[in-house]
């Protein structure tokens, strides 16, 4: 069996969360190979709201087996309250989730070194999630981490050493935290943690395949924050990349079947960082109020903008994608013209590949203009209602990305999901 991964192309909160719902009846297994808290994905059904951080998308689903792997780091203070919060609305967590022993903890002084490295930033901070997440993943590299397994063996001297050897950073910061209260919660949240079933992920998971079973693999984050590929250095601290799944859960490349590359109609972005095509007049604005661009986990105000297809041609082949799906097209129907940014003019020449770096100050997004639909669509149910306008604007960017679009989605609820049979403009 094949591993397939569904993944943001843009600046994350594509609206990754709600597809995952949706196809995971299509898979027995769930699993988040990067990221951690920093992510928020939003599901919508039967009235109800839900935002999930650290855990997969697919423990709605019934019967569905979700993994955290070891490419995630993980918070057991979040982790807590998002576990207790599912358990509460009904659902049988401890029976469906799996933690990976190698998947690297977040410490309260990660997050306080997360916080005291943007201050020392000032004016060039990335504008983080402030969850700690830079500062885990530099101790992963660095041979400092501290892992999940790590808890069932001599943990408290473990814990100790890392604390201390923070808290001597922070110091040579100029911060003389008092931690008292977060280590309690923290290591009482660390006793809830292993109550969870720890496994050795990619031996499941490889197993799993062997036994004829299927793999959805849920990225957070996106392509352009991606540690490697994003705007370095405004970007995340993991591979959020097709890659990102091989080594996140320790599944061979070989393996990789279908990816998923998610995409909203247009495009946003949260925290700092070049965005070629951001929009700072009213059109931004309104995208923002219709599209209720807030963050999901910092409430902070989205930067929106137009769709950027240069940024979209680059994060398909670097992640290889086979199909993608966009999300949010209702937010356009009421706008009489759309933009779409076919190149860049940088030093003024065209540049149709994405280059090295999209902070010149030279740079200008060369747009095509397409007409509206001016058509709500978040009621349709099938493709043949779609109005010719967004035919046409599925069929223009088919072209430009060379790549099928299978899937449409036009509101945040479950059902608001509409797959194309066939893509007849591919
Ligand atoms: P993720 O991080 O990629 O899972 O995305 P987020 O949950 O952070 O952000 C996506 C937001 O858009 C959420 O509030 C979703 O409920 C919402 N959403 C998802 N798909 C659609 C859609 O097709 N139309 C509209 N209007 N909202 C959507
Ligand atoms: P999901 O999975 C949007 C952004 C932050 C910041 C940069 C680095 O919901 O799509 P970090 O805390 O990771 O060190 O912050 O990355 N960022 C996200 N933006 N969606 C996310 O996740 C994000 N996770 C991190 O705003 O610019
Ligand atoms: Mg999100």
Request: glycine content about 10%; proline content about 4%; overall charge negative.
């Amino acid at each position: 069996m094949k591993v397939d991964v569904l993944l943001g192309l843009q600046w994350g909160d594509e609206g990754k969360g709600k597809v995952v719902d949706v196809l995971t009846p299509r898979y027995d297994l769930v699993a988040r190979f990067q990221g951690g808290p920093n992510a928020g994905h939003t599901l919508e059904f039967e009235g109800k709201k839900y935002v999930l951080r650290s855990i997969p998308s697919g423990v709605f689903q019934q019967g569905r087996t979700n993994i955290i792997g070891n490419g995630v780091v993980l918070d057991p203070v979040l982790f807590r309250e998002e576990a207790e919060a599912l358990e509460k609305s009904g659902v049988d967590l401890r029976h469906l989730l799996k933690i990976s022993k190698k998947a690297h903890l977040i410490l309260p002084t990660h997050r306080l070194l997360d916080a005291a490295n943007e201050r020392a930033k000032g004016g060039s901070k990335i504008g983080t999630t402030g969850k700690g997440i830079g500062p885990t993943y530099t101790d992963k590299v660095s041979r400092n981490g501290l892992r999940v397994g790590d808890t069932l063996h001599n943990f408290k001297a473990k814990y100790e050493a890392a604390r201390n050897r923070h808290l001597d950073m922070l110091r040579a910061m100029g911060e003389e935290p008092d931690i008292t209260a977060l280590e309690e919660k923290w290591l009482a949240a660390i006793d809830y943690l292993r109550t969870y079933e720890l496994v050795d992920s990619e031996h499941l998971i490889n197993k799993a395949l062997r036994e004829g079973k299927s793999v959805l693999c849920e990225g957070a984050q996106g392509t352009m924050l991606d540690v490697d590929f994003g705007s370095y250095p405004f970007v995340t601290s993991s591979n959020t990349v097709t890659a990102g799944a091989c080594t996140g859960l320790g599944i061979a490349p070989n393996r990789i079947g279908e990816v998923y590359g998610i995409f909203k109609a247009y495009c946003t972005r949260v925290g700092s960082g070049p965005f070629p095509t951001e929009l700072f007049d009213e059109t931004g604005k309104r995208i923002r109020d219709l599209g209720h661009e807030y963050g999901a986990v910092t409430g902070r105000e989205r930067r929106c903008g137009w769709i950027d297809l240069v940024a979209l041609r680059y994060a398909i082949m670097i992640n290889g994608v086979t199909q993608l799906i966009m999300m949010k097209s209702d937010v356009l129907d009421d706008f009489d013209e759309i933009k779409a940014c076919v190149a860049y003019e940088i030093d003024g020449k065209r540049v149709d590949d994405f280059p090295f770096s999209i902070e010149e100050e030279s740079l200008k997004p060369i747009y095509v203009t397409l007409p509206g639909w001016k058509t709500p669509m978040s009621q349709m149910h099938s493709e043949e209602e779609f109005p010719q306008a967004f035919r046409d604007y599925i069929a223009f960017l088919e072209k430009e990305l060379a790549t099928p679009i299978t899937i449409v989605s036009i509101g945040p609820d479950r059902k608001q999901t509409i797959e194309r049979h066939h893509s007849a403009n591919a």
